[in-house]
């Protein structure tokens, strides 16, 4: 008897998982198509607007490809090693390809030292704010007047923008590329972009990167300006080399905007409540990677912005809106707290962001950058910190 109720006892357990099991599958099931329909709809929406915008661009201009030596140095150390340097910045006063997300293919004309200003910049005795940044503040995927730093200017009559940003740098880059630039430039405030989507990670890879590390040592430099000559031949040489083929601005831009399908592994994988239940947990990026942010930030100030203000703008990517937790995934507390310690400004536009917007309303798509609405947004808080 007791053997038999046993058994009974049993099969009513299975019975209750797989009836749990299943109504969870239901719930995940609903939940991921109404999400999915949802970003698809924006993505489509999105890829309409790209793609009357393209049927109206017509150019048949030759354009130099936009190339930039990042931490990823080793497609381009046979080139390091023949010149005996690492270039930060691009090749100098060329009509460059820079990417099509929004469906018109943007290029810019490169200022003398290989960066996305005008050359006149550098001769306006103007007090200057240089902005330090990745591709998102460089102006992927924005004509001239759509960038950040375009718009910024033109709401600020008495101080002009100097753009050190290059795409695909991280923190270490950054900083090498303004002790690099800046030394004999007159500016009083440097506005240094955070992008967590891929800062820390580049840091990671930069820190272990040969030519890169040496930057750690704050009298090092390869007094870069004065070897542009010398930059625009390294980037020549591998165009003669083929290894890079000129970009045509008709590139497949519809790449960006796939249409996200239903995994149906992940599905009974129960992928989408999971992700809620561990987004809504207090997991944590590595501290000692944190640290590592937080030196070379603070060695900078201390070394190179004695007498500017520097302030760190964190910037909005896709976990911020997808983490519950975003804040404390980062420590973003502990990186405010930290800085405000040693006299560092700190613009958190993730934190402000999350609560205002959702992700497709800054962004194109996956994968993408920064939508125009965005560009405008963050271009306003930037105005209003500076005033």
Not at 30 to 56: P, V
Not at 76 to 101: A, D, Q, R, V
Not at 300 to 306: E, R, S, Y
Not at 362 to 371: E, I, P
Request: proline share 2%; aromatic share 16%; charged share 25%.
């Amino acid at each position: 008897m007791k053997i038999l109720f046993r058994k009974i006892y049993f099969w009513e357990i299975i019975l209750v998982l797989i009836s749990i099991y299943l109504t969870l599958l239901v719930v995940n099931f609903f939940l991921t198509k109404s999400i999915l329909e949802n970003d698809n709809k924006i993505i489509y929406n999105n890829l309409k607007k790209a793609q009357e915008s393209f049927s109206k661009y017509k150019s048949d201009k030759r354009f130099f490809p936009y190339l930039i030596v990042n931490h990823e140095t080793k497609k381009f150390e046979y080139y390091i090693n023949k010149y005996n340097f690492l270039p930060l910045s691009t090749i100098s006063n060329k009509n460059i390809y820079l990417c099509n997300e929004n469906g018109i293919p943007v290029n810019y004309f490169s200022d003398k030292f290989g960066f996305r200003n005008k050359n006149s910049i550098y001769s306006d005795d103007k007090e200057k704010i240089i902005f330090l940044g990745d591709s998102f503040i460089i102006g992927f995927c924005h004509e001239d007047p759509e960038t950040i730093s375009n718009i910024v200017y033109k709401n600020l009559k008495k101080k002009n923008i100097l753009n050190l940003s290059q795409g695909g740098t991280g923190p270490l880059t950054q900083l090498a590329t303004l002790r690099e630039y800046s030394y004999d430039i007159n500016f009083s405030h440097v506005f240094w972009f955070l992008f967590t989507g891929n800062d820390f990670i580049n840091l990671e890879q930069e820190l272990k990167n040969t030519y890169l590390k040496k930057y750690i040592d704050q009298s090092y430099s390869q007094n870069l300006k004065i070897k542009q000559n010398k930059i625009d031949n390294f980037y020549l040489d591998m165009i003669g080399d083929r290894m890079y083929s000129l970009v045509s601005p008709d590139n497949n831009f519809t790449k960006n905007y796939k249409q996200k399908k239903i995994n149906f592994i992940n599905l009974f994988k129960l992928r989408k409540i999971r992700e809620i239940i561990i987004s809504s947990k207090s997991v944590q990026i590595e501290k000692n990677l944190i640290d590592k942010y937080l030196d070379l930030v603070i060695k900078t100030k201390v070394n190179q912005l004695q007498d500017k203000n520097l302030t760190i703008v964190i910037l909005p990517e896709e976990r911020t809106f997808k983490l519950f937790h975003y804040d404390k995934y980062y420590r973003l507390n502990y990186i405010k707290k930290t800085l405000a310690q040693n006299n560092i400004n700190v613009l958190d536009l993730s934190s402000k962001y999350k609560k205002k917007y959702n992700f497709l309303d800054l962004y194109y798509s996956r994968y993408t950058h920064y939508n125009k609405n965005a560009q405008n947004i963050i271009a306003l808080d930037l105005i209003n910190s500076i005033k």
